[in-house]
């Protein structure tokens, strides 16, 4: 049960047992993320007496000022806030439609983050002069030797590069020569990973690839916020409201029969109080 005291009126939160609103989110390239969410509302307790009122009111305050509340309540706000940033960076990757997945490490022992997010604006400044739509998300990793390296979503990076004199360069072996132009003494090497018909590193993939060590920042009690970056013109689209519902089945219905043709589900879950459904689809593979 929760209450919340206001005015010296106690009110409880409860389910709206016939309402369930849907969202969705085009992210273009054929990806759409939806969620079905239970409404909720507050309800005025009629039934309890203004000493119950001022006993729960007491019981508030006091764990509003728990040391032990406090450090719960900061760690919950950490690990939304977490979640809602590996959300934007899973988005970002759909958006920016990403189809290769691109690795940047040090051969040394390189353990400042500052000085990796400097090596790679430096690295991603020069390859805009060879690629100059280059569009990128990153999420920095460390090691188990404490070394740093970069994830990179990408996307359409040409397999050749034009060169001096009109030679035909292959384009692995100019962001590995950017690279390691940038990394100087400490040594960079570059892996480049591209989609292929038969590959499964589809748009969906590589997000909830590079988003995930969003999550593994947060597990080891670093600001998340340090750990992701993005480059080139790539923005997050408004989320759109497509009604109420008076069941989950209904809503749920409805969202499967207005699936885009020729798209498959890539994810799907329901939530153990039956209060959320989640599912993303994007273009079939096949």
């Avoid at 690295?123 to 188990?144: G, L, N, S, T």
């Avoid at 960079?188 to 997000?207: E, F, H, L, M, P």
């Amino acid at each position: 049960m929760t209450l919340r005291i206001i005015d010296g009126t106690a009110y409880e939160r409860k389910r709206l047992e016939n309402q369930f609103k849907v969202k969705t989110t085009d992210l273009g390239n054929g990806h759409q993320e939806t969620v079905i969410t239970q409404g909720w509302e507050w309800v005025e307790r009629s039934d309890m007496t203004p000493f119950a009122i001022q006993m729960a009111a007491e019981c508030i305050e006091k764990n509003r000022n728990d040391p032990k509340a406090i450090e719960e309540r900061e760690a919950l706000n950490k690990e939304r806030s977490a979640k809602r940033a590996k959300k934007a960076v899973r988005q970002l990757c759909k958006v920016a439609g990403a189809d290769t997945l691109m690795t940047l490490v040090y051969r040394s022992n390189q353990q400042d983050l500052a000085l990796c997010k400097k090596h790679l604006k430096e690295f991603v400044r020069r390859v805009k002069r060879v690629i100059p739509d280059f569009v990128a998300i990153a999420a920095f990793e460390q090691q188990e030797r404490g070394a740093w390296h970069v994830h990179m979503a990408c996307r359409r990076i040409a397999t050749v590069l034009p060169g001096a004199d009109g030679i035909r360069l292959k384009s692995f072996n100019v962001l590995r020569a950017i690279w390691r132009s940038v990394t100087k003494e400490h040594g960079g090497n570059v892996d480049v990973s591209r989609r292929k018909q038969t590959s499964q590193r589809s748009a969906a993939r590589i997000a909830n690839y590079i988003s995930k060590y969003i999550m593994k920042a947060f597990e080891l009690g670093e600001k998340h916020s340090n750990r992701w970056t993005k480059f080139g013109d790539v923005t997050l689209p408004q989320s759109k409201r497509l009604g109420d519902f008076s069941t989950m089945q209904e809503a749920v219905a409805m969202v499967l029969g207005r699936q885009p043709e020729g798209s498959e589900i890539v994810n799907c879950y329901l939530s153990r109080w039956q209060d959320v459904f989640y599912f993303v689809v994007e273009k079939s593979s096949a």
